[in-house]
């Protein structure tokens, strides 16, 4: 059943008064909008004429949001659908006198054409934002109404983001869709400015901007409402005389002055509504409400930053509009469950790379209390010509105009390594770039005064806006990260407002080693061995073994630097999750950026424990690694295992035996000293770990860890097993073993997974046990199958080995 929401002009869908604590007993209903994401049809057709269509057999029944590049974006197959779909759906438009009929789509990649009963309705170029389509003039009131829209997400160098870019640019109606019915003159959109905010008063500005598109004479007036988060009467109010004689009118009026404002934080997101109603002989005509919130901020010169006159320090993530499954094309329900594992976390900031992205994540920001820094689409690519130039001001005008009252918002990015692997002959020459820079600067703060404009990687650039990112990536790309205090402190008085976006690299779930490399860039070659002897990696991104235990000693050893240096403004690691790339077809898991903190589903990776032992409230114990329980090693040689609590302090128990409590002291390395010397023992052992805060246990967590001293052989061979799962799938598991049938821990050889008969793999998820083709882990691969009644016989195999084999009866 379609849900009916009151809403606000432009491009912002609001909420239902009678559901918000607003008084409703004068309102008249006329302005709605109804979800019309169900019961659409779908085909893949890359032709322009609606004539020439596919017959209706051909098309395929789905439901908005959709993409076509739900799993060709993740497969192990080169490339990923770029051309043209339709989509068509049958809309009943009620037979209703004097109201006006909006098509919203809340984006659509990357380029858009609406058609209404075969009538040309109306076009929308560049994805991540939303638009709005009158189609008023096609319908039939009364009548079901035919929508067919073609949508286009082909190569096309006018249009940013960049096809260079390290990322999927997801094709189709990735997002919700809505049908808005609104008076003759109604509410476009108002924008709520706050110029002057203190914990003593605030001032509000409201913009707004009415339509009148029938350009009939109109005389009235405009009543302003200010409510709390939860009041029923309003704080304050204020009416404003009109009159409408064109197609529209903006208008712009100073609310009486806020006593003692509640103000928005990370750890208190107050929110306001302010309800705006427009009457005419004592009638409503209109009325929409939105939620804003009043804060302050400023950066102290080459120092920390400030938020309502407080100290606060950035402790930030990023992330890709898309997941497993699903690809850009999610529901709400997993933008929030990101959102909300982000604020968990701790986090209290979120870069948005490299785009816009949906409604709902502005909205989980607001309520959760984000920090947002919100980027205009300009990832690489250079400068191009007039008609790029043209796209890309619109697009940043669209954007700051259709998220401007969110007061989770305070930095408008104009881009992101804007100058790499130009489009267009020149676009990289610095001049050249600059002057577009300072333009979308210029428009930046013309349609918004009251925040910060940024950019990230663009040197030659970095004094053109307010708040400038250099590329940091100490022991990834680049030296050690034993080098990330002194290389922020070199940064520091070049950028007068200085925060460090991107940080981290990249880690293969349930990969670990003995021996990883350390923060000087040493590793030991082999701990067998009676003499040690280290090497030194010269790049980590390229050499490295991307394993998660290496991931957590630098990202440890950031989080130590960041909340130790004091006149620091904070940093953002990159990203919160993977995501699909089509730039890493040979990396673990084929086209799938794997520097998440999550994998591609939203599980936790080891890192994520990590940032929570720094940033998180409540208590919590993570052992290191539940994604480590086989292991190996000498008799006798003790292994260093690492806690990571947020707890005052923690006890370690090793098979039923106390090690010892330890206080967690901040800047002791690793796991702020909460790291103990565990003599495993043959066999299973039994690792138990402790929190207390006060004095009192909190919080607890286990491990159990099989362990050999017994010092396996190389790689002869793949070993396949399988075992029932909770969800009524089972798990196929390719171990790869010596000679003597030992599991080779250190084997990281990718996997071909096959199967034939009954059932089926779950593929192109981009997910550890999700892909069919895979690098081990410790020297085991798995893959889910669901299960069909007969014989399947599956087989696992790579260029060295020739195929190992498991048949099932079902």
Not at 388 to 398: P, S, V
Not at 427 to 437: I, K, P, Q, R
Not at 468 to 484: D, L, Q, R, T
Not at 722 to 729: A, I
Request: hydrophobic share 35%; with cysteine; net charge negative.
């Amino acid at each position: 059943m379609n849900k009916v929401f009151s809403v606000i002009g432009l491009l912002a869908i609001f909420f239902l008064l009678a559901g918000r604590g607003i008084p409703t007993r004068d309102r008249q209903e006329v302005r709605t909008v109804r979800n019309i994401n169900k019961d659409w049809l779908y085909v893949e057709d890359r032709g322009f004429d609606l004539k020439n269509l596919p017959q209706e057999g051909s098309w395929e029944k789905i439901d908005l949001p959709h993409s076509w590049n739900q799993w060709d974006a993740t497969d192990y197959l080169p490339g990923y659908r770029r051309d043209a779909s339709w989509y068509k759906k049958q809309l009943t438009i009620p037979r209703q006198s004097g109201v006006r009929h909006l098509l919203y789509f809340e984006g659509a990649n990357i380029s858009t054409r609406l058609y209404v009963n075969g009538q040309y309705a109306g076009e929308h170029i560049g994805g991540y934002v939303g638009f709005e389509i009158d189609i008023t003039p096609f319908v039939k009131k009364g009548k079901s109404n035919e929508l067919i829209v073609r949508v286009d997400n082909s190569y096309d160098p006018d249009i940013i983001p960049s096809q260079k870019s390290d990322f999927f640019i997801y094709g189709g109606i990735t997002r919700d869709v809505w049908l808005k019915t609104v008076p003759q003159t109604y509410i476009e959109r108002a924008h709520i400015s706050t110029p002057t905010v203190s914990k003593a008063s605030a001032t509000t500005q409201v913009k707004l901007w009415l339509a009148n598109p029938e350009q009939k004479s109109f005389e009235g007036n405009l009543r302003y409402e200010l409510f709390g988060a939860d009041s029923l009467r309003p704080i304050l109010s204020a009416e404003q005389a009109i009159q409408l004689k064109g197609s529209g009118l903006d208008t712009q009026i100073e609310l009486p002055q806020l006593e003692r404002p509640t103000l928005w934080s990370p750890d208190h997101p107050f929110l306001y509504r302010l309800r705006i109603r427009l009457e005419t002989n004592g009638r409503v005509v209109d009325e929409s409400v939105q939620r804003f919130g009043y804060r302050w901020f400023h950066f102290e010169k080459n120092g920390p930053f400030f938020l309502n006159g407080e100290r606060v320090k950035i402790r930030g993530t990023h992330r890709h509009e898309e997941h497993a499954g699903y690809g850009a094309a999610m529901p709400n329900r997993l933008h929030r469950q990101d959102i909300e594992m982000i604020k968990e976390m701790g986090a209290n900031f979120l870069r948005l790379g490299h785009y816009p992205q949906d409604p709902e994540v502005y909205k989980a920001c607001d309520e959760l209390g984000i920090i947002v820094w919100d980027e205009l689409p300009w990832c690489r690519g250079g400068r191009g010509g007039e008609a790029w130039e043209k796209n890309t001001t619109r697009l940043l005008r669209e954007q700051i105009t259709q998220n401007y009252n969110h007061p989770s918002i305070l930095f408008w990015s104009l881009g992101n390594e804007i100058y790499w692997l130009p489009d267009m002959e020149g676009g990289d020459e610095t001049g050249y770039l600059n002057e577009m820079v300072s333009r979308l600067n210029e428009i930046a703060h013309e349609l918004d005064p009251y925040r910060m404009t940024s950019i990230r990687k663009y040197y030659e650039g970095a004094h053109l806006v307010d708040v400038f990112s250099p590329s940091i990536w100490s022991g990834w790309y680049a030296g050690v990260y034993k080098n990330y205090q002194a290389t922020l402190e070199k940064q520091r008085p070049l950028y007068e407002r200085f925060l460090h976006m991107e940080y981290g690299g990249s880690s293969h779930v349930g990969r670990h080693t003995e021996v990883p490399i350390d923060g000087d860039g040493l590793v030991e070659e082999d701990e067998w061995a009676e003499e040690i002897n280290q090497v030194n990696v010269k790049n980590i991104a390229q050499s490295g073994d991307w394993t998660e235990n290496y991931i957590v000693d630098l990202f440890d050893w950031h989080l130590m630097v960041s909340e130790g240096t004091d006149w620091f403004a904070g940093n953002a690691q990159w990203a919160f999750k993977d995501f699909g790339t089509p730039l890493r077809p040979e990396n673990p898991i084929p086209f799938v950026n794997q520097k998440g903190l999550v994998d591609r589903s939203g599980k936790p990776k080891d890192a994520y424990y990590v940032f929570k032992s720094y940033w998180a409230k409540e208590p919590f114990v993570y052992i290191e690694s539940h994604s480590w329980t086989e292991r190996n090693g000498p008799r006798g040689k003790s292994k260093e295992l690492s806690v990571y609590s947020n707890c005052s302090s923690v006890e370690l128990f090793h098979n039923g035996k106390s090690l010892g409590q330890k206080e967690r002291q901040i800047g002791q390395f690793p796991a702020a000293g909460l790291h103990w010397d565990v003599q495993f023992t043959e066999g299973k052992n039994e690792l138990l770990a402790r929190g207390y805060v006060d004095g009192q246990p909190v919080s607890a967590d286990t491990l159990e860890v099989r362990y050999s001293f017994e010092k396996h052989g190389v790689a002869e061979n793949f070993r396949l097993s399988s075992r029932p799962l909770s969800n009524g799938r089972y798990l196929i598991e390719a171990i790869a073993v010596d000679a003597q049938g030992r599991r080779v821990l250190d084997y990281e050889g990718r996997v071909y997974f096959s199967e034939d008969g009954a059932g089926e793999f779950l593929i192109n998820y981009g997910t550890p046990s999700r892909s069919q083709v895979v690098e081990m882990a410790n020297g085991r691969a798995a893959i889910e199958w669901q299960p069909g009644p007969g014989r399947t016989t599956f087989e696992a195999r790579n260029q060295n080995f020739k195929g190992a084999y498991l048949v099932l009866e079902r």
